[in-house]
């Protein structure tokens, strides 16, 4: 959005902010051994460490405009190898918008760590968060579940070679288009980051509420269909960046639509109800506690 | 200066934005082994990362705004250091300014590795630079340069006890008041983060010229003095975090005043001119090439 940026060269960017946009801010950060494999290709370190923080800016509804890096360089690693970590957030910056105006590049010792801000715009008072869900609004997700927790298996050696699951594990699409189509749609929305059971729980949480998900509705691909892993389970896994968001009933055409614009499947997975907790029906009847909702942390 | 930020529990801050005022933004990060000491006391540690990264706004002419924090914590650190590097870093935005509006908390493997995003406001058109040196202007620096680089030796114990300049490698102070000041004053201006012979001969290329420095003219405090260390080495240490600025011989007063309301000293020590390069003299003699002129990475 600014058509240029002044910093480079400077000791911070400086970006012309336009009139009556609220400023949306996220700051995540990823490192080797935790969120990547030592041996996982830079570029798509670079790829995933864009997109986990502008799928946060998807689920505020916000547009991305600037985002600032922080690359901790391993030692022991060429530079050849943070060379291709840049093209990688480069790639997903030009794909998905965003100018790079700045950053920090230092030695980090035995493993790298990187960290990224994304800056992004929403007009005054549009953005989405958790806690604006209402009893009886549907609950919705968007694209698949469960395909980068199983691309994690594969990127272990743990599953077979599966070329569908590990991009969905390395390269997420943040759903931009989407979290701003449902501004004004939408009654709450975040990103399943952590597992889609677990995060809805958050959701309901922050909006004073429980929530029913009725299992046989959780979209899936074909890939982890075929991977037999039963339903609950695909939904405990992680780092999905899919979005999880609320609506009431009499919106159903218009969330569709949303996801007609955004072009990315949205499914209706369950209800939010007064009260506290998380329900997981399957056929119609709750399924007993799960011994795992997602990734705590 | 958002009286509030919504965001904590989001995916991500909103920050209201002021009308007609640019944002700019600055990200640097701090390694365990390379910028501090296993045994650094952690609210130094916290309150260092913030002061970075608000001497990088203070040399831009920029407000503090919100700040966003990535803490990657090594596996072997207790809960009770995190929480102190936490204190440090609140201790210093109730110092400075700056709302600490979101961020990121991971385990980043055998070492920490810290990262912060300062975002601050500066009205249109307003922002220092590096660039804007014109020939013949005067080079001004304020505070005493060198304590933070004995301050390190302290630390390291290469050198003896000395609470001073501990402090003042540890708890450097942003001069955030002085850059407001020096707003329409100034005609470039730059933090001193890598020495201030280095970080002056940036300057002098960023803005196309050289620059001649008087040593004898380096302000020193009476620990830098004492310590028998000569200027030309103190002045290629690292970590003053004092601004570096230019301004019209016509504009001294002007520059006195700026030092005056932000209660800092002030002090001329050089020029610029047309060509390129930097020539260090003492008593009226230029001194040879030095060894070092500061910390290059």
Same mark, same amino acid.
Do not use: F, N, Y
């Given at each position: 959005m600014p058509a240029s940026a002044r910093g480079f060269g400077d000791d911070a960017a400086v970006i012309p902010w336009p009139l009556g946009l609220e400023l949306v801010a996220t700051h995540d950060m990823l490192a080797e051994g935790v969120h990547f494999t030592p041996d996982c290709p830079p570029a798509d370190i670079g790829w995933k460490l864009v997109a986990v923080n502008l799928s946060d800016l998807a689920a505020m509804g916000a547009k991305p405009v600037a985002v600032l890096m922080g690359a901790g360089i391993a030692a022991d690693r060429d530079p050849a190898w943070a060379r291709a970590l840049l093209s990688g957030v480069r790639q997903a910056l030009d794909r998905f918008g965003g100018l790079l105006v700045g950053g920090d590049t $230092?030695?980090?010792g035995p493993v790298s760590v990187l960290s990224l801000t994304a800056l992004g715009s929403v007009p005054h008072d549009q953005a989405l968060g958790r806690? &604006?869900?209402g009893a009886g609004d549907d609950l919705w997700v968007s694209? @698949? $579940? /469960?395909?980068? /927790?199983?691309?994690l298996q594969v990127?272990? /050696?743990e599953r077979g070679a599966d070329p569908f699951l590990l991009r969905r594990y390395r390269r997420p699409t943040p759903r931009l288009a989407l979290g701003l189509a449902l501004r004004g749609v939408a009654t709450a929305a975040m990103d399943v980051s952590d597992g889609l059971l677990l995060d809805a729980s958050r959701l309901a949480g922050a909006s004073g509420l429980g929530v029913v998900i009725e299992a046989d509705r959780i979209p899936l691909s074909e890939a982890a269909r075929r991977s037999g892993v039963p339903v609950p389970v695909l939904a405990a896994m992680g780092d999905d960046y899919e979005l999880l968001f609320t609506a009431p009933p009499g919106r159903r055409a218009a969330v569709e639509e949303a996801g007609e614009a955004a072009r990315v499947a949205? @499914?209706? $997975? /369950?209800?939010?109800?007064? &009260?506290? &907790?998380?329900v997981v029906e399957e056929q119609g009847r709750a399924i007993p506690r799960l011994a795992s909702l997602g990734f705590e942390h």
């Open positions: $230092i030695l980090s806690a &604006g869900a694209g @698949t $579940i /469960g395909d980068a /927790g199983l691309g990127a272990l /050696g949205v @499914t209706r $997975i /369950g209800t939010m109800r007064a &009260g506290a &907790g998380l």
